[in-house]
């Protein structure tokens, strides 16, 4: 297997296979017709610049899966397909093309759902390419439903129905994934897909297959004059970027420039508004104080691309009083889904801020400062990154802060690296930590809020951009439900730092459930009773770093701040393997965020 090099974001990877396979003499690809539906269907998705393939191959995916790789898509083998679908959705986030993960017909499918939900749950363009079995065979071993799997997860199934249609069936999925951001779940019934290619789609398909981008959805004027009169209004605007703004960094900068408006992101968008004066960072549970006061502090509050749900806006109480309300996106549907707006405004990012800032020329010829003050300059810089606060260091008895910990880290880790996170109590500190150098340097697959997603997601994100220091935050628990993609990276030989927040249990509930109990012990909760039973979410302490040398990873273990001097001789090395740092945490008596978190449950 091959790892692509990568240049930007959307750019093509380099082939994972020879440069002259399934060329002719002349050079250029080979005119000769894919001989099966099977191959047909992987030759079109190469053709229509699917960017790399994930995937664990049995017999009902072989054949498609190596024509994916014939035509020239690069190929990682998982060691799970619930990695492998994992992998390929932030493979797509991170480079601006569609994914792929290749299944196996029933259980290899159901064994990638929970990562499909998650990929679905974003909005993410990913086709997953699962054989199923024949109609006619009833009692197979592995016939399940696959389309109402797939629809319960919240993915589009597609199938291909015959070998006439096959190339109309592929372009269909591939232009739903792409032009509608959806996960697509594409199903190729045994029967189908090795059956011969017709003569008359063999004929057509000496042309490369191709499928016409989505045009931008402009707003309407209305929409943009009462949007551009309520930024006029304003005293103290700001803005909330979220994953449909991540195209509009430059708009929103010009706008927020003329508007006097602070800017902030939601966790998905981190790091669209970096080293930006006016950036307050993550909108919701993650915002440092300041942060949360000045956008409490907001008369108006515009969302753009952004779900302002119960994570960004604190369940609302990030929106005081009084605080006007809006919200853009390119659905309908979207608008005012989670709580009730003023103005809801259909039309792409970009456009839209593009449109309203010639609109509030005319009302306002010249920039204000407004919420751009510099008093508020000076406390952003000085207290808008939790790394700025001043926190007790809770370091002691061979366990470290997890504060100190990333705070540390932070500081050692090159500052061009691709961090992603899994779920649970620790989150936080990554996420706000580590600083990272634009939005397609974080991936946050959180959108299912399942735990063990972390390491794949980091293999993904690493694939998608080499050029960074590929960069996991993980909890025990997710990293070691994960782990079997351990042995992936090693094998990829990738330079991932796994950085283990070790508190020997399922934090989140130990603290929600515990309400500070020690590790393993029993504890009043206010909301269940006295005498909690904690033993099932607690473990004995387990040598995660000894666990990692086993699949070849380089480790260590850190209980204070000395031992991360291996972490820096590691980064001074740079070998093209794996470091796993197995961080013995102190107890944080619940991460900040935890109390907002548990509220949606």
């Given at each position: 297997?091959?790892?692509?090099?990568?240049?930007?974001?959307g750019?093509p990877?380099?082939?994972?296979?020879?440069?002259?396979a399934?060329?002719?003499a002349?050079g250029?690809l080979?005119q000769?017709?894919?001989?099966t539906?099977?191959q047909?269907?992987?030759?079109?998705?190469?053709?229509?610049?699917?960017?790399?393939?994930?995937?664990?191959?049995?017999?009902?995916?072989f054949?498609?899966?190596?024509?994916?790789?014939l035509a020239?898509?690069?190929?990682?083998a998982?060691?799970?397909?619930?990695?492998?679908a994992t992998?390929?959705d932030?493979?797509?986030?991170?480079?601006?093309?569609?994914g792929?993960?290749s299944?196996?017909?029933?259980?290899?499918?159901?064994?990638a759902?929970?990562?499909?939900?998650?990929?679905?749950?974003?909005?993410t363009p990913l086709?997953?390419?699962?054989?199923?079995?024949q109609?006619?065979?009833?009692?197979?071993?592995?016939?399940?439903?696959?389309?109402?799997?797939?629809?319960?997860?919240?993915?589009?199934?597609?199938?291909?129905?015959?070998?006439?249609?096959?190339?109309?069936?592929?372009?269909?999925?591939?232009?739903?994934?792409?032009?509608e951001?959806?996960?697509?779940?594409?199903?190729?019934?045994?029967?189908?897909q090795?059956a011969?290619s017709?003569a008359?789609?063999?004929?057509?398909?000496?042309q490369?297959?191709?499928?016409?981008?989505?045009?931008p959805?402009?707003?309407?004027?209305?929409?943009?004059?009462r949007?551009?009169?309520?930024?006029n209004?304003?005293?103290?605007?700001?803005?909330?970027?979220?994953?449909?703004?991540?195209?509009a960094?430059?708009?929103?900068?010009s706008l927020?420039?003329?508007?006097?408006?602070?800017?902030?992101?939601?966790?998905?968008?981190?790091?669209?508004?970096?080293?930006?004066?006016?950036?307050?960072?993550?909108?919701?549970?993650?915002s440092?104080?300041?942060?949360?006061?000045?956008?409490?502090g907001?008369?108006?509050?515009v969302?753009?691309?952004?779900?302002?749900?119960?994570?960004?806006?604190r369940?609302?109480?990030l929106?005081?009083d009084?605080?006007?309300?809006?919200?853009?996106d390119v659905e309908?549907?979207?608008?005012?889904?989670?709580?009730?707006?003023?103005?809801?405004?259909?039309?792409?990012?970009?456009?839209?801020?593009?449109?309203?800032?010639t609109?509030?020329?005319?009302?306002?010829?010249?920039?204000?400062d407004?919420?751009?003050?510099a008093?508020?300059?000076?406390?952003?810089a000085?207290?808008?990154?939790?790394?700025?606060?001043?926190?007790?260091?809770?370091?002691?008895?061979?366990?470290?802060?997890?504060?100190?910990?990333?705070?540390?880290?932070d500081a050692?880790?090159?500052?061009?690296?691709?961090?992603?996170?899994?779920?649970?109590?620790?989150?936080?500190?990554?996420?706000?930590?580590?600083k990272?150098p634009?939005e397609?340097?974080?991936?946050?697959?959180?959108?299912?809020?399942?735990?063990?997603?972390?390491?794949?997601?980091?293999?993904?994100?690493?694939l998608?951009?080499?050029?960074?220091l590929?960069?996991l935050g993980?909890?025990?628990?997710g990293?070691?439900?994960?782990?079997?993609?351990?042995?992936?990276?090693?094998r990829?030989?990738?330079?991932?730092v796994?950085?283990i927040?070790?508190?020997?249990?399922?934090?989140?509930?130990v603290?929600?459930?515990?309400?500070?109990?020690a590790?393993?012990g029993?504890?009043?909760?206010?909301?269940?009773?006295?005498?909690?039973?904690?033993?099932?979410?607690?473990?004995?302490?387990?040598d995660?770093?000894?666990?990692?040398?086993?699949?070849?990873?380089?480790a260590?273990?850190?209980?204070?701040?000395a031992?991360?001097?291996?972490v820096?001789?590691?980064?001074?090395?740079?070998?093209?393997?794996?470091?796993?740092?197995?961080?013995?945490?102190?107890s944080?008596?619940?991460?900040?965020?935890?109390?907002?978190?548990?509220?949606?449950?």
């Amino acid at each position: 297997m091959v790892v692509a090099s990568h240049v930007s974001p959307g750019a093509p990877e380099a082939s994972a296979v020879p440069a002259d396979a399934g060329r002719d003499a002349a050079g250029g690809l080979a005119q000769q017709a894919a001989g099966t539906v099977a191959q047909l269907v992987g030759r079109t998705l190469a053709e229509l610049g699917v960017g790399h393939v994930f995937g664990v191959v049995g017999s009902g995916n072989f054949e498609v899966t190596n024509a994916l790789r014939l035509a020239g898509v690069p190929f990682t083998a998982a060691r799970h397909e619930g990695g492998a679908a994992t992998m390929a959705d932030a493979y797509a986030r991170m480079s601006g093309r569609v994914g792929v993960v290749s299944t196996h017909q029933g259980c290899g499918l159901s064994n990638a759902v929970t990562g499909i939900g998650e990929a679905a749950k974003s909005r993410t363009p990913l086709i997953v390419l699962t054989a199923d079995t024949q109609a006619s065979a009833v009692r197979s071993n592995f016939k399940i439903d696959q389309d109402a799997l797939a629809r319960s997860v919240g993915a589009v199934s597609e199938r291909i129905h015959s070998p006439a249609t096959a190339v109309a069936d592929t372009l269909r999925a591939f232009r739903t994934a792409r032009n509608e951001r959806r996960t697509v779940v594409l199903n190729l019934p045994l029967d189908v897909q090795s059956a011969p290619s017709p003569a008359s789609v063999r004929a057509a398909a000496a042309q490369p297959a191709t499928v016409a981008e989505a045009q931008p959805v402009r707003p309407a004027a209305p929409s943009v004059r009462r949007l551009a009169h309520l930024i006029n209004a304003a005293e103290r605007p700001v803005f909330v970027a979220g994953r449909g703004a991540r195209n509009a960094r430059e708009e929103l900068l010009s706008l927020a420039a003329h508007a006097g408006a602070l800017l902030a992101t939601s966790a998905v968008a981190n790091g669209l508004f970096q080293d930006e004066e006016f950036a307050l960072g993550i909108s919701g549970g993650f915002s440092s104080p300041l942060s949360a006061e000045l956008i409490q502090g907001a008369d108006l509050i515009v969302g753009w691309g952004c779900a302002l749900n119960m994570w960004t806006m604190r369940h609302g109480h990030l929106i005081s009083d009084g605080t006007a309300v809006v919200q853009v996106d390119v659905e309908d549907s979207a608008l005012g889904a989670n709580r009730p707006i003023g103005l809801g405004v259909v039309g792409d990012a970009a456009l839209t801020a593009s449109d309203v800032l010639t609109e509030l020329r005319t009302l306002q010829p010249a920039p204000e400062d407004k919420y751009r003050t510099a008093r508020n300059a000076a406390a952003i810089a000085e207290r808008s990154r939790w790394n700025d606060v001043e926190t007790p260091d809770l370091s002691g008895g061979g366990r470290i802060d997890p504060r100190v910990l990333s705070r540390e880290l932070d500081a050692i880790l090159p500052a061009e690296r691709i961090v992603s996170i899994d779920s649970g109590n620790f989150m936080g500190y990554p996420s706000t930590y580590l600083k990272v150098p634009d939005e397609f340097g974080f991936c946050f697959t959180q959108a299912f809020q399942s735990i063990g997603l972390g390491l794949s997601t980091a293999i993904g994100a690493a694939l998608a951009r080499p050029d960074r220091l590929a960069v996991l935050g993980a909890g025990d628990g997710g990293f070691l439900m994960g782990i079997s993609e351990l042995e992936t990276a090693v094998r990829l030989e990738l330079p991932l730092v796994c950085i283990i927040y070790n508190d020997a249990g399922y934090g989140a509930e130990v603290h929600h459930f515990g309400a500070g109990a020690a590790d393993g012990g029993s504890a009043v909760d206010p909301f269940v009773g006295p005498a909690v039973d904690l033993s099932t979410v607690t473990f004995p302490d387990t040598d995660v770093a000894a666990i990692a040398r086993g699949f070849g990873a380089d480790a260590v273990t850190v209980r204070s701040v000395a031992d991360l001097e291996e972490v820096r001789a590691w980064v001074r090395e740079s070998p093209p393997r794996p470091l796993v740092i197995d961080a013995k945490i102190a107890s944080d008596g619940g991460a900040w965020w935890l109390a907002e978190a548990f509220k949606g449950h």
